[in-house]
Nanobody, 131 residues
Framework: QVQLVESGGGLVQPGGSLRLSCAASGPTFSSTAMGWFRQAPGKEREFVSMITWSGGSTYYSDSVKGRFTISRDNAKNTVYLQMNSLKPEDTAVYYC????????????????????????WGQGTQVTVSS
């Protein structure tokens, strides 16, 4: 199983940027797709982004597309989420996720993965967008 630890959250003004990092340990990191979910106060967890094991394909929810960028460095066992043009509605706890067999191409057809599609979860990092 992959162990995941997020960092990089914090308080940022609307329009600002943050970069989240997810350090992974375990033998299967470089062979599994990774992703990010988030959970806003009073709301359910929602899919944010996903990247294939090679980093060759990336996928985003409509709410973050064009503003967020996911990437990975398999040599460093790390996944990143660059968040630009942040909005107050991006305020949430962000979770790094891994170990999935979900087919990323489904996202392009409007089918987002659910929580049960990922076998490993980090503890989460708080992102607050406020002036």
């Amino acid at each position: 199983q992959v162990q995941l630890v997020e960092s990089g959250g914090g308080l940022v003004q609307p329009g600002g940027s943050l970069r989240l990092s997810c350090a992974a340990s375990g033998p299967t990191f470089s062979s599994t797709a990774m992703g990010w979910f988030r959970q806003a106060p009073g709301k359910e967890r929602e899919f944010v982004s996903m990247i294939t094991w090679s980093g060759g394909s990336t996928y985003y929810s409509d709410s973050v597309k064009g503003r967020f960028t996911i990437s990975r460095d398999n040599a460093k066992n790390t996944v990143y989420l660059q968040m630009n043009s942040l909005k107050p509605e991006d305020t949430a706890v962000y979770y790094c996720v891994g170990e999935t067999t979900f087919v990323g191409a489904s996202i392009s057809n409007g089918y987002y993965p659910g929580e049960s599609d990922f076998g490993s979860w980090g503890q989460g990092t708080q992102v607050t967008v406020s002036s």
